[in-house]
């Protein structure tokens, strides 16, 4: 059984347009996240949700907007897509809470590469 | 800035051979560290999280040694495989922020 799962896979799509990444966790887990790994092999942290609430948003475009709807999910959208925004996009999820938290890491997705025309 | 690196950024080596990874980074406030390998195509898997009041931890053939004085963690490979080709990510998360930073990597490759 797939742990974190993202949806999807791979996605070609024209500048300008506006495109959703998927991302669900079967682990019980409270914290999601988005990262984003560029052509130098960087992965940054883009936003983060504990518990459906927003608890890390870094200096990322307003064009994306993550969305939560349950613990379980949590979606990435990105409005009038841009060439620079070309790279694989992971999605991880934790444990999350106070208890135990030394010993957390996360969990990848298997990543969504994204090609902006 | 670049707040963790990773040296070397490629590594080529016949099967067998005991290697070593470093990764430095320039905050003392981290919560703990960790080790992720990366295969092509592939999302991350965690290989060791070393807690911040830890020197080393240790799971098979890795062994990671964290030393918060000097900001650094190396990554040591016992008795390579084929099967270790990769790239290997450290990442420290910084006071229990929930936030991982990482490295750029070490792409391995271990001949056959």
């Known amino acids: 059984d797939t742990a974190v799962s993202q949806t999807p896979k791979y996605l070609v799509t024209q500048m300008g347009n506006d495109k959703s990444i998927k991302c669900e966790q079967n682990l019980g887990h409270d914290t999601m996240y988005w990262y984003k790994q560029d052509s130098k092999k960087f992965l940054k942290i883009m936003f983060s949700y504990n518990n459906k609430e927003l608890i890390i948003n870094e200096t990322v475009p307003n064009r994306f907007s993550p969305k939560s709807p349950d613990k379980a999910h949590l979606n990435l959208h990105i409005n009038s897509l841009e060439l620079g925004d070309s790279a694989v996009y992971f999605c991880?999820?934790?444990?999350?809470?106070?208890?135990?938290?030394?010993?957390?890491?996360?969990?990848f997705g298997p990543g969504t590469r994204l090609l902006v025309l | 800035k670049q707040e963790v690196t990773q040296i070397p950024a490629a590594l080529s080596v016949p099967e067998g051979e005991n290697l070593v990874l470093n990764c430095s980074f320039t905050d003392s406030a981290i919560y703990n560290l960790q080790w992720f390998r990366q295969d092509p195509g592939k999302g991350l898997t965690s290989l060791l999280l070393i807690q911040s009041s830890q020197r080393e931890q240790t799971s098979g053939r890795l062994n990671a040694s964290l030393d918060k004085s000097s900001g650094r963690s190396t990554l040591y490979i016992a008795a390579s495989q084929p099967g270790d080709s990769a790239t290997y990510l450290c990442a420290f998360e910084r006071d229990s922020s929930y936030k991982l930073i990482f490295g750029s990597g070490t792409r391995l490759l271990v001949r056959p």
């Open positions: 991880a999820s934790s444990k999350g809470g106070n208890i135990g938290r030394l010993q957390e890491t996360q969990y």
